[in-house]
């Protein structure tokens, strides 16, 4: 779901609180305590949302490799509750998803954020930051308007930049062996 940075004016809560709060709409995310208002997605982050949510789930059931979710709820650290767009859980990793709660405990093995105006700044920076440092191994930020995906893998240093694909350009993702996305059929 595309994203606005603007807080709620409010006392600070838990993490415990956030997860406690009805399911919106509005929709919003946590961050240290603070909730952070989600902007209504525009459509043409849903279709690149759904596309690339179908490519990513076909490949990943047909070749059992564990489950896809778009926009499910994912509890890094106590401080930090996210919805991303895309969230992959390799089969070894299937006992972080929480199904009685409906959300994810730790960190995905890929998480997957489409960019809008608004959630640029909060993507490509604080977010950049926050999973890399729970522990999120691959990062893929892409961005419809300028019809690019990037895709980062974490290092000792920090994410590396491992693949900036382009319209017209193919997209095979380092983590799955086999995949190719055609980025004019998914932008």
Known sequence: MARVHSSIEQKKMT?????????GPPYHEFEEGELILMEQPHGRHQEVLLELGHFLSDH?????????????????????????????????????????KGRITGSPDLVGEILSRHSRGRDCVRKFKHYFAAGVPWYWIVDPGELIIEEYRAAAEGYLRTASVAAGEIFRPGLFSGLEINLEQLL
Do not use: M, N
């Not at 993490?15 to 399911?23: K, V």
């Open 15 to 23: 993490l415990e609180e956030f997860w406690a709060l009805p399911e």
């Open 60 to 100: 990943v059931k047909r070749h059992q490799l564990g489950k896809v979710w778009c926009e499910i709820g994912v509890e890094l650290t106590e401080k930090l509750g996210y919805g991303p767009d895309i969230v992959y859980l390799s089969a070894e990793h299937l006992d972080r998803y929480d199904a009685e």
